[in-house]
C-alpha cells in the first residue's frame, strides 16, 4: 500500500470516527426543546431548591427572597410577599410545555415583545429563578393569549435570554404582577366590628371621641359625651370607625424603626370584649397616611363570661323526671385569656414592626373628629296662626282648663262664647285621672246654673273640645254638658212638684 492509499484511508477513519462521536454525544444527551414536551424538564423537581425570583421590566426590577419559609421582598426591607404570587410563577414556569418553534430572527422579536430589555420601548418580562447565585431556570416571556387547545391556559411566546430563537408554549401561568408593591401581602388587619366592645380617638387639641357598646347583640355604638344640642349625624361613621381593623390592606410598607409620627399623631385605641386591645397610631404626612398597630391582653378589661344556664326538660311522666342539662360554654375565663394571649403574640409578629401606608378613605374612617359625627337636633316648628275669611289671623283659641267660661253664668254670654268657641282645643292633660278631676268640675257648675235657669236651652253650647275618658274613649264635651244639662233640669223639674 503505497503513501497515497494510506493518507486517503486515513482521512476516511477520522470522518467516522468524529459521525460516531457526535451520534453518540447526541444519543446520550437530554432532548430539550422538543414539541409537546416540557420546556423545562428538570424544573418541576427543584422547585423546593428555589430561593430567589428575579424579575426585570424596561422600567422597574425587583427580587423575592426566601429566608427560612417566609419569602419576602428585598425592596421592602424582606416583607412578607404574597404567596399566590410565589407560587404562580413558580408553578407556572414548570408547567410549561412546547408547542412549536417560532422565528430565529431577531428582527422580528419585537413583534412578539420578545426584545432585549435594553432595546427602546421593550415589552418583555425577564423572569429568573436561582438556588443562591446557581440559575435554575431564565426565560423572556412575551406575548399571551389563551390557549386555543384549552382554555384554562395560556400561550406565551419566550425566548431564552442571548438566543435568537423564540417558541410557542402553553402553561397554567396567566396574569402575574410585574411591580413590586403588589407582591406584598396586602392584608394588615382582618379583625371582626362585630368583635370591638370601645373605640377611643385622641388628638392634640380636640376633644376626644369615644364610641361603646354595652353588649356584643346590640345593633348600634353610642357615642359618649352627647351633647343636649345635638344628635349623632350618621349612624354608618361610627361603624365605619369600629370597622377599621376589618379588611385592612396596604398601599406600602416601611420599617417601624426610626420612623417619627410627630406633633400631629392620631392615637386610636380598640378594646374588645374579650379583652384584646390594639392601639393604632397614625399620621398623615404629604397626603400620605401612616399607621402603626401594637396588640396587647388585658384580661381585666375583658366581659365577664356569664355562667351556663340548666336547661329544664319538661316532665311527660311523673316518674321520668331526669336531672336538668347544663348548658356548655363556649370557653372558659381561661381558656379565652389563652386564645386572647396567642392571638396578640401573632398580630405583633406580623404589624409590630411595620409602619403601613394605608388609603385615603380608610384613614378617615379611622381618625374621625367629634363634630363630624354630630348635627344640631332639629327644633319642633312654631305653629303657624291660622286665618279667617278676610286673610287675618284669628286670634287663639284657649284650651278648656276645667271650668267653663265665666261668660256663660248670662244668657247673651253663653251665645257669644259659642262663636268664640268652635275650634277644638287640646285637652289640658292626657291623663285619665286629671281629665276627671277637671270634668267634675265643669259638670257641677253647669249644672248648678241649670237649676237657676231652667228654661237655658243646652243647643247653646257648642263645640269646645274633645276629651278621653276613663276608658280611653274619644268624646266630645258638648255631649258631657248637654248630658249635665238635661239632668239638672230634670233634676230641677222634680224639686219644683208639689208633694202627693
Do not use: C
Amino acid at each position: 500500500m503505497n503513501t497515497k492509499n494510506i493518507a486517503i484511508l486515513a482521512v476516511i477513519t477520522l470522518v467516522l470516527v468524529i459521525i460516531a462521536a457526535q451520534f453518540n454525544s447526541t444519543a446520550q444527551k437530554p432532548q430539550e426543546n422538543q414539541v409537546g414536551q416540557a420546556f423545562f424538564p428538570d424544573l418541576a423537581g427543584k422547585l423546593n431548591q428555589v430561593d430567589n425570583i428575579h424579575i426585570q421590566t424596561a422600567s422597574e426590577e425587583f427580587k423575592v427572597q426566601k429566608t427560612g419559609e417566609v419569602w419576602g421582598l428585598a425592596s421592602s426591607h424582606q416583607y412578607p410577599a404574597e404567596m399566590e404570587q410565589v407560587s404562580k410563577i413558580l408553578n407556572g414556569m414548570s408547567s410549561f410545555v412546547l408547542l412549536e418553534p417560532k422565528t430565529a430572527n431577531p428582527d422580528l422579536h419585537e413583534r412578539l415583545e420578545l426584545s432585549d430589555l435594553s432595546a427602546t420601548g421593550a415589552k418583555s418580562t425577564l423572569v429568573e429563578l436561582k438556588q443562591g447565585d446557581t440559575q435554575v431556570a431564565s426565560l423572556l416571556l412575551g406575548k399571551s393569549q389563551s390557549a386555543k387547545a384549552d382554555n384554562t391556559r395560556t400561550e406565551f411566546y419566550v425566548r431564552k435570554p442571548g438566543e435568537a430563537q423564540t417558541w410557542l408554549v402553553m402553561g397554567t401561568l396567566n396574569y402575574f404582577s410585574k411591580t413590586a408593591k403588589e407582591w406584598l401581602d396586602k392584608s394588615i388587619s382582618n379583625m371582626s366590628s362585630s368583635a370591638i366592645r370601645e373605640v377611643q380617638i385622641t388628638r392634640k387639641e380636640a376633644e376626644p371621641v369615644r364610641i361603646f357598646k354595652h353588649k356584643a347583640e346590640d345593633a348600634d355604638y353610642q357615642l359618649a359625651d352627647l351633647p343636649a344640642d345635638a344628635q349623632i349625624s350618621e349612624m354608618y361613621k361610627l361603624h365605619n370607625l369600629a370597622r377599621s381593623l376589618e379588611g385592612l390592606n396596604l398601599d406600602d410598607v416601611v420599617p417601624a424603626t426610626g420612623f417619627e409620627f410627630g406633633d400631629d399623631v392620631v392615637q386610636v385605641v380598640f378594646n374588645r370584649f374579650d379583652g384584646l386591645e390594639v392601639v393604632a397610631r397614625a399620621v398623615e404626612k404629604e397626603s400620605k397616611y401612616y399607621l402603626h398597630l401594637q396588640a396587647t391582653a388585658k384580661p381585666e378589661t375583658a366581659t365577664p363570661i356569664e355562667a351556663p344556664k340548666a336547661e329544664e326538660t319538661p316532665a311527660t311522666d311523673a316518674a321520668k323526671i331526669e336531672e336538668p342539662k347544663v348548658a356548655q360554654t363556649q370557653e372558659t375565663v381561661e381558656q379565652r385569656d389563652a386564645r386572647v394571649v396567642k392571638e396578640v403574640e401573632a398580630f405583633n409578629k406580623k404589624v409590630a414592626a411595620w409602619v403601613y401606608l394605608i388609603p385615603q378613605y380608610k384613614y378617615e374612617n379611622l381618625v374621625p373628629k367629634k363634630d363630624s359625627l354630630l348635627k344640631l337636633k332639629e327644633q319642633p316648628k312654631a305653629e303657624s296662626p291660622t286665618t279667617d275669611s278676610t286673610g287675618e289671623a284669628s286670634p287663639a283659641v284657649t284650651p278648656v282648663e276645667g271650668t267653663l267660661p265665666e261668660a256663660a253664668a248670662s244668657d247673651a254670654s253663653v251665645d257669644a262664647s259659642v262663636e268664640t268657641a268652635q275650634t277644638p282645643a287640646e285637652p289640658a292633660s292626657s291623663n285619665p285621672a286629671e281629665v276627671k278631676v277637671d270634668l267634675a268640675a265643669m259638670l257641677k257648675e253647669a249644672a248648678e246654673r241649670a237649676k237657676q235657669n231652667p228654661q237655658k236651652s243646652p243647643d247653646a253650647v257648642g263645640h269646645v273640645g274633645t276629651l278621653l275618658n276613663q276608658n280611653g274613649e274619644v268624646i266630645t264635651l258638648p255631649d258631657l254638658l248637654r248630658n249635665a244639662i238635661e239632668n239638672a233640669k230634670k233634676q230641677a223639674a222634680t224639686e219644683e212638684k208639689p208633694a202627693p
